[in-house]
């Protein structure tokens, strides 16, 4: 796991994805341990630690600040999503 710098919602390496969440989303800290579980590489970004970033979340969240929004390599994003969703968005 690796912290992004940047606010702009860059896409992931294939195989991975980038996860906007906070400390406290116990939908976050769930799905962090199923990626490691699955061995899915992902990079997260504290929306919090890192404010600018929370615009993204809300623009792909009709306003709202829902975390996790998860980003996939090809650009597209999925809020809250399962592991299933992951590893199926990933072709894993």
Do not use: H
């Amino acid at each position: 796991m690796t912290a992004a710098p940047s606010a702009s919602p860059q896409a992931p390496a294939p195989g991975t994805v980038t996860m906007y969440s906070t400390t406290w989303c116990g939908y976050c800290r769930r799905l962090r341990t199923q990626l490691d579980s699955a061995g899915i590489g992902y990079t997260v970004v504290d929306i919090e630690e890192q404010p600018e970033t929370a615009a993204f979340v809300e623009q792909v969240n009709g306003g709202n600040r829902t975390v996790p929004t998860v980003v996939f390599p090809d650009g597209t994003a999925a809020t809250n999503p399962s592991l299933a969703d992951v590893k199926e968005r990933l072709g894993s």
